[in-house]
């Protein structure tokens, strides 16, 4: 049996339960729909004796910062935007191979993309694998199978919204952006912005550059003025993001051409990356 569900409420104008108690931002109100939503849909589950026999799978195609302005991604990026959300209800009994279980508890910690998705569950429908480096085209951007691949701690993702723009403007905007994680295990992302105006609610230009922060910082939402994000590469920002390009460059993970892209062209004009022969990629 396979059933889909659309969770239209995280969308603007983000609607309560009228029965229950508001929050203190309507956001949450809606957020605690989707709760108790699966709450009840694992709650059935449970009470007919399928749930063991379940395999669950969620996902958001974006986040977004409805603190600032009601559709802040339909215009620009930034951490909340970059930020989107993901889940696997996957029984171990039900895994061809027990060692999943570890590989996918281990990557709820490591950066991933929404595109780990489909070969995540293309691998669930096939018997546990599925690479889409043997299937798609050259030049693709793909994701990776997140119950057999351990994402690596350099791991870099690349981020766009060239196709849905096209629907905005008859001069589509380009967010461009780069994330990958420092050292300490904290994740950054270089993100450029190309539109026909300014976004004055996250004060962002027409054709600027902006390191954006994620931790923490993401968690104060009561400060409007609180953007996570910088104008300024500093030196070490420089090099982490250099090391992103390398990886792009020359990781097994991406499909050859992506970084000879335009879009990746991009980064390495930005960050001044150049060959060197000399690679520290992890995967």
Same mark, same amino acid.
């Given at each position: ?7 239209f409420?995280? =969308?603007?104008p ?6 229950k ?9 809606? %957020?605690? /729909? ?9 709650e059935? %589950?449970?009470?007919s004796?399928?749930? #063991? ?8 195609d974006?986040? #977004? ?20 959300? =993901? ?5 171990? =009994? ?21 595109l780990?998705m ?15 480096? #043997?299937v798609?085209p ?7 199978? %997140?119950t057999t691949?351990?994402i690596?701690?350099?791991r870099?993702?690349?981020s766009?919204n ?13 967010f ?8 300490? @295990?904290?994740?950054w992302?270089l ?23 994620? @931790?923490?910082? /993401? ?7 609180n ?11 420089t ?11 020359? /990781? ?9 892209s ?6 390495v004009d ?7 022969? #000399? ?5």
């Amino acid at each position: 049996v396979y059933a889909q569900f659309y969770n239209f409420n995280q =969308h603007y104008p983000y609607l309560k339960d009228p029965e229950k108690p508001s929050f203190s931002h309507r956001v949450y109100d809606s %957020l605690a /729909t989707t709760d108790e939503f699966l709450q009840r849909l694992f709650e059935i %589950l449970e009470k007919s004796g399928r749930l #063991e026999n379940t395999i669950i799978v969620g996902s958001g195609d974006h986040g #977004e910062d409805p603190f600032k302005d009601k559709y802040v991604r339909l215009k620009a990026l930034n951490s909340n935007i970059l930020h989107t959300a =993901h889940y696997i209800y996957y029984p171990k =009994h039900l895994m061809p191979n027990p060692a999943s279980a570890d590989i996918m508890r281990k990557n709820t910690q490591q950066l991933t993309h929404t595109l780990d998705m489909h070969p995540t569950i293309s691998s669930i429908l096939h018997g546990g694998y599925y690479n889409p480096l #043997e299937v798609v085209p050259e030049g693709c951007i793909t994701g990776v199978d %997140l119950t057999t691949i351990p994402i690596p701690d350099d791991r870099v993702v690349i981020s766009w919204n060239h196709v849905s723009s096209y629907s905005l403007t008859k001069l589509p905007a380009q967010f461009w952006g780069l994330s990958t994680r420092d050292s300490s @295990g904290k994740d950054w992302s270089l993100y450029h912005r190309y539109a026909k105006s300014k976004h004055a609610a996250i004060k962002q230009g027409k054709n600027d550059w902006y390191v954006l922060e994620y @931790g923490e910082c /993401t968690r104060n939402t009561k400060d409007l003025k609180n953007y996570c994000s910088s104008d300024k590469l500093s030196k070490s920002q420089t090099e982490l993001f250099q090391h992103a390009v390398e990886w792009v460059k020359h /990781t097994p993970m991406l499909k050859e051409g992506i970084g000879d892209s335009k879009l990746v062209k991009k980064f390495v004009d930005k960050v001044k990356w150049k060959e060197t022969g #000399e690679y520290d990629i992890m995967s």
